[in-house]
């Protein structure tokens, strides 16, 4: 073990990367544009790394002693890892060959080139943040490459400060990882654990040599149930790389992390591993209380400090610092070397609120962003070290904003209250599906039905009025009427394609989320909040802070005025309850299924607004319906329950003609088939083309009796795909489901399209539908 200091008493696992502003978002577009170099780029990283430094010391972070953690990344913190292992996947060994720079590298791995594939990316645990996925094989090579980290670390000690490298650690980067094409049946990336911690054993070396005192790695793979092994194995795997890691001759003192999620029931067994500290996320999950009565979790810590999560680096609120400080005293009092510290990353949550000068002062009084976080963390702290009473002022601070928030004139609404109050059963149960196919034969929707999932690509004109109408350049009969030529526009050129079901193309639309937050009670939008969500895309996550309601109906007149002008239906398209909580921040005062029942009531009555406009089709999106799904598999039962409760409260009160679509795009579709069903939907469309159906397989063994509309086009990326191809896709979609009940779309929304392409690519849809049709000409024609 090496002889430093231990950790200081408060940390945070890490921090919003892109920057107060998102200069590393610019920066890096930049330099892909050609329009700068990379010295210039590197230039931008180093300063910015410098002055989040300096932040987290002003904001409280002790200068020495590891408190501060490198958490710097040019676009993911996985493929840092992997650039950090040399894990470069044979098909990139060309570019790695030839490239002039590592970052040439990592750029061609994490978007792609003319000749190769990007990696894929996926959602992080249950966060809305993407990773690139590694992929591995039996011939992945693994060389360590330490660079990286060690010039972070030279950077900091010239700044004054003793800084912390942080890395995912070997068994969770081996468990997202997936198999590479070129791997033989039966491999699993994890096969290769050994082999990897050989090398984080040189990195560790090479930190050590660089006079790194700690290291973080980052072990969530401990906390969820969601992985290739059962959560018991992932102990295990852990227990076996610490051992060995632990054991390395030269090695910084290791902090090993689990963040997300309920790590209670492993606490024992991490505290008992040859490391120097173990964090434990202790808002998502909680102490192993027997352990800590019995005293059995202070001895498995013995000479091991833990870092307790208590700040929530997940949501936006002001800790209750009464309470964390209660649950650190108990920690202390039993005899355990307690550091302060958040649940995970603060990487999730904007950066300071003292940014929104446009957000009522009294809402902002309730409210702690990243660097509230760390000033919260450093209080507690002070608190551990000096006793209660230094920090009493503080405390009875927090006391008050949280007083004052609970009564609140629109945290708590007696209508709304009285309404969510008076659900039952039948409000979320429909006519039965028979029925309803009968009742929707009017309609006369096609064998083979073509469609789109919703949005249009939105222009540089889109969006130039939008601002324009923000800033008040154009009044609001102005910018009615742009939207209105648009959607005319929009619903022409669909005829001209011939698509089926026609949509009005969400021109007014910022986001699918945000839109109907700017339009319902009891949200609040921020100016400055982003939030990475991959690479340098961020988004700007909603609050949802009180009671919801909807004043007016939100999207009722442009749907109505789209089908206003075409005999085809139009689908009304609105954002479910489930991804409105999803990609928002949502209060934590009360059950989240309550919150997500409030919000399926402003939503039923805007369907029974556009039932009501001559709208015979409602679409209600869920993407988000399975990153929501717990990692504990305990707990997954209960938010299926009130997950799918609020999507069939919603529509549970369209009339059986009415027909309710759904759309999910994530590609873990077959995991989760019986709550899709449970939603009721009449039509539901999924992300498919890139995995080329892979879920129809699951859908038929299912015996899945709905409409289902695997997409046919991948649209993230400009690509135009042929009519053979996409033909080729129905038909092994037909092979398996029957005709009346298959529908033909694109992946997912147009928005991020250009017009060139997707005329291009939708004309080849429909022609390839008409193809398939054809294949069986008994099958074609209206059912
Ligand atoms: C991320 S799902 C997007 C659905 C939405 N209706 C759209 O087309 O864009
Ligand atoms: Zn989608």
């Not at 894990?87 to 994490?110: C, E, H, N, Q």
């Not at 594939?117 to 959602?123: D, F, G, R």
């Not at 693994?142 to 000690?157: I, K, S």
């Not at 805007?606 to 679409?619: N, P, R, S």
């Amino acid at each position: 073990m090496p002889e430093t200091t231990t950790l200081p008493n408060a940390s945070i696992l890490g921090y919003p990367r892109l920057g107060r502003r998102r200069e590393l978002k610019r920066a890096v577009e930049s330099y892909w544009k050609g329009a700068t170099g990379e010295a210039e780029l590197r230039e931008t990283a180093r300063e910015l790394r410098a002055a989040t430094r300096s932040r987290l010391v002003e904001l409280g972070l002790p200068v020495a002693g590891g408190a501060v953690p490198e958490t710097f990344s040019f676009y993911d913190q996985v493929l840092d890892a992997t650039l950090a292992l040399g894990a470069i996947p044979r098909r990139f060994a060309d570019v790695a060959a030839s490239a002039a720079s590592d970052l040439t590298t990592y750029f061609a791995l994490a978007r792609g080139d003319d000749s190769h594939q990007p990696l894929e990316m996926t959602k992080w645990f249950d966060t809305n943040y993407h990773y690139s996925v590694p992929e591995i094989d039996e011939g992945t090579p693994f060389a360590v490459n330490a660079d990286a980290l060690v010039g972070q670390l030279a950077e900091a000690r010239e700044q004054g400060i003793e800084s912390r490298p942080v890395l995912v650690g070997p068994v969770t980067y081996l468990l997202l990882a997936k198999a590479s094409d070129e791997a033989g049946a039966g491999f699993r990336p994890i096969d290769r654990l050994d082999e990897a911690v050989a090398v984080y054993a040189q990195l560790l070396a090479a930190l050590a040599e660089a006079g790194a005192t700690w290291v973080q790695l980052d072990e969530p793979a401990l906390v969820s149930d969601s992985l290739a092994v059962p959560r018991e194995q992932t102990l295990e795997l852990v227990e076996r790389a610490y051992t060995a890691l632990g054991s390395a001759a030269r090695r910084p003192r290791i902090l090993l992390s689990a963040p997300y999620g309920d790590a209670a029931p492993a606490l024992v067994r991490l505290g008992a591993l040859p490391v120097e500290a173990v964090q434990a996320d202790l808002v998502r999950g909680a102490l192993p209380q027997g352990a800590l009565a019995s005293g059995e979790l202070a001895r498995a810590f013995e000479g091991t400090q833990l870092v307790a999560g208590v700040v929530d680096g997940r949501n936006v609120w002001r800790t209750d610092l009464r309470a964390a400080f209660a649950l650190l005293t108990r920690l202390q009092q039993a005899g355990i070397d307690t550091v302060v510290g958040t649940s995970n990353s603060l990487q999730h949550v904007p950066h300071d609120v003292a940014d929104e000068s446009q957000l009522d002062p009294r809402l902002v009084s309730w409210l702690a962003f990243a660097d509230q976080k760390v000033e919260q963390v450093a209080i507690l702290a002070r608190g551990l070290s000096d006793g209660a009473a230094a920090i009493e002022s503080e405390l009875a601070a927090v006391d008050r904003a949280l007083a004052d928030r609970a009564a609140a004139p629109g945290v708590r609404d007696a209508r709304v209250r009285a309404r969510v109050a008076s659900v039952s059963d039948a409000d979320r149960r429909r006519a039965p599906e028979r029925e309803r196919r009968e009742a929707q034969r009017p309609l006369g929707i096609p064998q083979l039905a073509t469609t789109t999932i919703g949005s249009f690509p939105q222009t540089a004109e889109i969006r130039k009025a939008r601002s324009a109408f923000s800033r008040g350049e154009i009044d609001q009969s102005g910018y009615d009427g742009f939207l209105r030529e648009e959607i005319e526009r929009v619903i022409r050129l669909q005829e001209e394609i011939g698509l089926d079901v026609l949509v009005h193309g969400e021109a007014e639309r910022n986001d699918m989320v945000q839109y109907f937050a700017e339009h319902l009670d009891g949200f609040a939008v921020t100016e400055h909040g982003w939030v990475q969500s991959y690479g340098t895309r961020a988004t700007r996550p909603s609050l949802l802070w009180g009671d919801v309601s909807r004043p007016a109906p939100i999207t009722v007149a442009w749907s109505a005025y789209a089908q206003s002008l075409t005999a085809r239906p139009v689908k009304g398209m609105l954002t479910g309850p489930v991804t409105i909580l999803a990609w928002s921040f949502v209060r934590d005062d009360q059950p989240l299924g309550d919150t997500a029942a409030q919000v399926a009531l402003a939503l039923r009555d805007e369907i029974d607004d556009l039932v009501g406009a001559g709208i015979g089709i409602v679409q209600v999106d869920e993407p988000a319906l399975r990153e929501l799904l717990p990692l504990d598999a305990d707990r997954q039962a209960a938010y299926l329950e009130w997950s799918v409760g609020a999507f069939r409260l919603a529509t549970g009160g369209a009339a059986p003609e009415v027909q309710i679509h759904t759309h999910l795009c994530y590609s873990e579709f077959g995991e989760i088939i019986e709550a899709v069903d449970g939603l009721d939907a009449d039509v539901t469309s999924i992300e498919a083309a890139r995995s080329r159906m892979d879920v129809v397989e699951p859908l038929g063994a299912h015996g899945y009796s709905r409409g289902i509309g695997p997409g046919v086009y991948d649209i993230h990326s400009p690509r135009v795909p042929s009519v053979d191809e996409q033909a080729e896709l129905i038909r092994i979609a037909a092979a398996r489901i029957p005709g009346e009940q298959l529908w033909v779309n694109p992946d997912c929304g147009l928005k991020t399209r250009g017009y060139e392409e997707t005329v291009a690519s939708l004309t080849n849809l429909v022609l390839a539908a008409q193809v398939v049709r054809a294949d069986e000409p008994s099958g074609a024609g209206v059912a």
